[in-house]
């Protein structure tokens, strides 16, 4: 028995298929993740409460004089768990939730004061460019690095701009960001999902004698990368 074939536009980020009044195609992209600030800022909040997980499960141990090795075990498991269930949870409710729609003639991605839109028939991409803070965040790391170095120390510094990337739309030459994202895998697969239903609306358009840019897909490189 042959299983049924697995949509394109099935996992992450968020798609829903829709049309439009005209009865075109159109796609709302609904990426949920984390940006490199709140990456930094979930993995301290998670640290501060696993810190006092630990002392909550480890204090009432330490007021015997002999040790409670059983006891100690369980703690340090339930520690170990609380502490990856608390790191869990703080990501989560960090998430940043884009909305981004796409339609035959227009694209359009919600800010904090309403909605922005651009005309999907000029030239344009979807492209992913690295972090605008990543090389900012490697100075001070390898500063920290060496003044660490020079006191006989060794630390390794967190990477969260580094790790992070801008996914962006190249709009008739301009650059504008739709989102940051923390994660390479992450970044990608939302840039690889956009160009995928622009594809697909280039298509429609074709098919419903839309007024198309001749440039569009025929000049620009479909993969992520540089503007």
């Not at 600030?37 to 409460?49: H, N, P, Q």
Request: hydrophobic letters at 40%.
């Amino acid at each position: 028995m042959n299983s049924p074939m697995k949509s394109p536009l099935t996992g992450r980020p968020s798609t829903r298929q829709a049309t439009d009044e005209a009865g075109r195609l159109s796609f709302k992209v609904t990426p949920r993740e984390l940006t490199p600030f709140r990456a930094k800022l979930a993995e301290g909040i998670s640290a501060v409460l696993g810190l006092g997980l630990a002392a909550a499960n480890f204090m009432p141990l330490l007021d015997g004089r002999h040790p409670d090795l059983p006891g100690m075990a369980i703690a340090f498991g339930a520690t170990v768990l609380g502490f990856h269930l608390l790191r869990w949870v703080t990501r989560e409710v960090c998430r940043v939730t884009t909305e981004i729609e796409l339609g035959v003639d227009e694209i359009k991605v919600r800010r904090m004061l309403g909605w922005q839109s651009y005309d999907r028939r000029l030239e344009h991409r979807f492209v992913l460019l690295p972090h605008d803070g990543a090389e900012r965040e490697r100075r001070r790391n390898d500063l920290a690095t060496r003044e660490a170095a020079s006191n006989g120390q060794i630390v390794q510094k967190p990477i969260y701009y580094g790790d992070s990337f801008h996914v962006v739309l190249v709009y008739a030459g301009h650059r504008v960001d739709l989102l940051s994202v923390y994660g390479r895998k992450q970044a990608a697969s939302i840039v690889a999902r956009l160009q995928y239903c622009d594809q697909l609306l280039e298509q429609e358009a074709k098919r419903v004698g839309a007024r198309t840019n001749p440039h569009v897909g025929a000049e620009w490189h479909d993969s992520p990368g540089g503007i």
